[in-house]
């Protein structure tokens, strides 16, 4: 199973990026999606994650407003759109999925090790945000 993160890349404060996850060797609808990210010195955060069907998903509350995640199982892809950056959105992220339906829990209750108890996990892409 691979799943490859892309769409990072040098944006100004303000501006706006869609980061994909395709996915190969697995169905994408089998597996939740999750993205993670991390800062330079910060610890890694979960940032969003959809399941299966799209629905239920889970944003980071500081994020609501800004980010969206969503999902397109016909391309296999999930796709993480943010806008409104900031350069404290700079950071490394990185798309992750979980078979089943239970990831978007592990976020939103054991965010600490919801890295680990994902299944899969990918190279991240660069978002870097200018002032």
């Known amino acids: 199973v691979q799943l490859q993160a892309s769409g990072g890349g040098l944006v100004q404060s303000g501006g706006s990026l869609t980061l994909s996850c395709a996915a190969s060797?697995?169905?994408?609808?089998?597996?939740?999606i999750g993205w993670f990210r991390q800062a330079p010195g910060k610890e890694r955060e979960g940032v969003a994650c959809?399941?299966?069907?799209?629905?239920?998903?889970y944003l980071q509350e500081s994020l609501k407003g800004r980010f969206t995640i969503a999902r397109d199982n016909a391309k296999n892809t999930v796709y993480l759109k943010m806008d409104s950056l900031e350069p404290e959105d700079t950071a490394v992220y990185y798309c992750t999925a979980r078979r089943g339906d239970m990831a978007h829990l592990l976020f939103r209750k054991a965010p600490t090790v919801a890295w680990d108890r994902m299944d899969y996990r990918g190279k991240g892409t660069l978002v870097t945000v200018s002032s």
């Open positions: 959809v399941s299966t069907t799209g629905e239920p998903s």
């Open positions: 060797g697995v169905t994408l609808a089998d597996v939740a």
